[in-house]
């Protein structure tokens, strides 16, 4: 029977922790990837059945790739700690792995215009329709993916910062994966700001990083 594991790569979550870790879909596991957390993270983690691994070295692709490492599931999801994508949608995205994509993406719909922020949604919208002039069929950079792990490690994806999702894209166009993109209901976060999206300045960090895979 394959397995499942839900890699949530996390950098103060602990007040969105509990909520996400209760609706993590019955049989999957739950990893979460402490990215220097001061607010109790990994304890709240752990206190709700989560198992917790530590890396110290800041960045989303830094995050991503130890859980990638670290995962014990066949399968992996790659979701966002914060509560921003239902748990509860990755078994739609994991049956469609196994019926027609090495690769699936969720392209999110925001349930209130407030969930995503203006400046994200120029730079998402600009970088996306970039790839599907090259033949990538994805509308947005969605922090939620799935797929197979020993299929993800060997692609060789080497961003550790925000450019990690782009270029997760272009190494599995380039080894012609299938990729299929779902829609997932995108809600505003349940506590806090986002660290990326959250501010201009994050927004042009993400995009600084992607611009660099690019390059």
Do not use: F
Request: charged fraction near 20%; aromatic fraction near 4%; include cysteine.
């Amino acid at each position: 029977m394959i397995s499942v594991e839900v890699i949530l790569p996390c950098l103060d979550e602990a007040g969105a922790l509990p909520r996400v870790l209760a609706a993590i879909p019955p049989g999957y596991g739950a990893l979460v990837v402490d990215n220097g957390s001061v607010d109790g993270s990994a304890q709240v983690a752990a206190a709700h059945g989560a198992r917790v691994v530590a890396e110290p070295r800041r960045g989303y692709g830094s995050a991503v790739h130890t859980g990638l490492q670290c995962a014990r599931g066949d399968v992996v999801c790659v979701l966002d700690a914060d509560g921003s994508v239902d748990p509860g949608e990755l078994p739609g995205l994991v049956a469609e792995l196994g019926r027609t994509a090495d690769l699936v993406v969720g392209r999110r719909v925001p349930a209130v215009r407030a969930a995503m922020s203006w400046h994200a949604r120029a730079g998402n919208a600009a970088l996306t329709g970039w790839l599907r002039r090259r033949g990538i069929p994805v509308h947005d950079l969605a922090p939620v993916r799935v797929a197979r792990r020993a299929d993800l490690l060997g692609l060789g994806v080497q961003d550790r910062g925000s450019g990690y999702p782009l270029e997760t894209l272009l190494r599995a166009a380039a080894q012609q994966w299938v990729i299929r993109e779902l829609p997932v209901t995108y809600q505003p976060r349940l506590t806090g700001r986002s660290k990326v999206s959250g501010s201009v300045r994050g927004t042009w960090r993400a995009l600084r990083d992607m611009a660099t895979v690019l390059r």
